[in-house]
């Protein structure tokens, strides 16, 4: 079993950046990638970015230029820098593993961002 802790979340204003954190309880993290998703309350959850277990990035459309993922592997922690932050930003922000060999997934209990105007 594999905990994720998502920290970093918080109030900020329109145009202010954040960093999230989700630091991984295992030792073979190098052999996850790693996403982000965010939840508004009664809306689906949504995917906003992933770092692949090799390092490669994607973004979803309405986030990219302004996200950045990374990731330690030797602190077993993935990073969400979200820069020009805007109120749709505003959601709860979920970490996500999946172990490149088994497949087996993951998910943190999230943190709140809040985008004020």
């Known amino acids: 079993q594999v905990q994720l802790v998502e920290s970093g979340g918080g109030l900020v204003q329109a145009g202010g950046s954040l960093r999230l954190s989700c630091a991984a309880s295992t030792t073979i993290f190098s052999t996850f990638d790693m996403g982000w998703y965010r939840q508004v309350p009664g809306q689906e959850r949504e995917w906003v970015a992933r770092?692949?277990?090799?390092?490669?990035?994607r973004y979803a459309d309405s986030v990219k230029d302004r996200f950045t993922c990374s990731r330690d592997n030797a602190k077993k922690t993935v990073y969400l820098e979200m820069n020009s932050l805007k109120p749709e930003d505003t959601a709860d922000y979920y970490c996500h593993a999946r172990n490149i060999f088994s497949g087996m997934t993951y998910w943190g209990r999230g943190t709140l961002v809040t985008v004020s105007s």
């Open positions: 770092i692949a277990a090799g390092g490669t990035t």
